[in-house]
């Protein structure tokens, strides 16, 4: 089974900057579309960004400009780029991919705060 291993989250000032990691057990991101989402307290998880299988990324406006979707595809890794985070970001992270059925790792938190 596909196992998804999320990492990189803290606590970042507004303006600061972060990079999270996604981990996919197997060999797949080359193949599958990637995926990041978050959910924040008392809301549904959304997906914010994501890359295709032949890399065109898309991000929802409120992200858009600010954080980059990425992946190695020889390292088995997504990775997602937080510039310049607002309170608003705050949220715990997650990465997958659409239609694929895998489970959902743990996530990693990210808090913005100053």
């Known amino acids: 089974q596909v196992r998804l291993m999320e990492s990189g989250g803290g606590l970042v000032h507004p303006g600061g900057s972060l990079r999270l990691s996604c981990v996919v057990s197997?060999?797949?991101?080359?193949?599958?579309?990637m995926a990041w989402y978050r959910q924040a307290p008392g809301k549904q998880r959304e997906v914010i960004a994501s890359?295709?299988?032949?890399?065109?990324?898309t991000y929802i406006d409120a992200v858009d400009g600010r954080f980059t979707i990425a992946r190695m595809i020889d390292k088995n890794t997504a990775w997602l780029h937080l510039n310049s985070p607002k309170a608003e970001d705050t949220a715990v992270y997650y990465c997958?991919?659409?239609?694929?059925?895998?489970?959902w790792g743990q996530g990693t938190q990210v808090t913005v705060s100053s």
């Open positions: 997958n991919s659409d239609n694929a059925d895998w489970p």
């Open positions: 197997e060999g797949v991101v080359g193949i599958w579309p």
């Open positions: 890359i295709s299988s032949i890399g065109d990324r």
